[in-house]
């Protein structure tokens, strides 16, 4: 069975950092890509950032490059998204998925069941 376990989330003021961790299981990392989505209240859910482990390929949102950084660590089998100078716009439930990569992001097949960041002013 697939699974996909977020963890990390909190409440931090604006221009701290959090880093959020997705721990998988039920396949062989690299199997997938995986990546990081965000749903803040009233708004549809967006990609934030992907990574293909096998070859190394990221892909960022415009508005999170240069602050977030995804990482992948095979030995144990989790990704992490390094999220630093946090703004009120990245207020969201954070989702890490699993699925086929396909253009500048994925196409999910599993989804782990969220992990709320909120950041204050």
């Known amino acids: 069975e697939v699974q996909l376990v977020e963890s990390g989330g909190g409440l931090v003021p604006a221009g701290e950092s959090l880093r959020l961790s997705c721990a998988v299981s039920?396949?062989?990392?690299?199997?997938?890509?995986i990546a990081w989505f965000r749903q803040a209240p009233g708004k549809e859910r967006e990609g934030v950032s992907c990574?293909?482990?096998?070859?190394?390929?990221?892909y960022y949102k415009d508005s999170v490059k240069g602050r977030f950084t995804i990482i992948g660590d095979s030995a144990k089998n989790t990704v992490y998204l390094q999220m630093d100078s946090l703004k009120r716009e990245d207020t969201a439930v954070y989702y890490c998925?699993?699925?086929?990569?396909?253009?500048?992001?994925?196409?999910?097949?599993?989804w782990g069941q969220g992990t709320q960041v909120t950041v204050s002013s």
């Open positions: 998925a699993a699925g086929t990569m396909y253009g500048g992001g994925i196409v999910p097949e599993f």
């Open positions: 039920g396949f062989t990392f690299g199997d997938y890509a």
């Open positions: 990574l293909s482990d096998n070859d190394g390929i990221t």
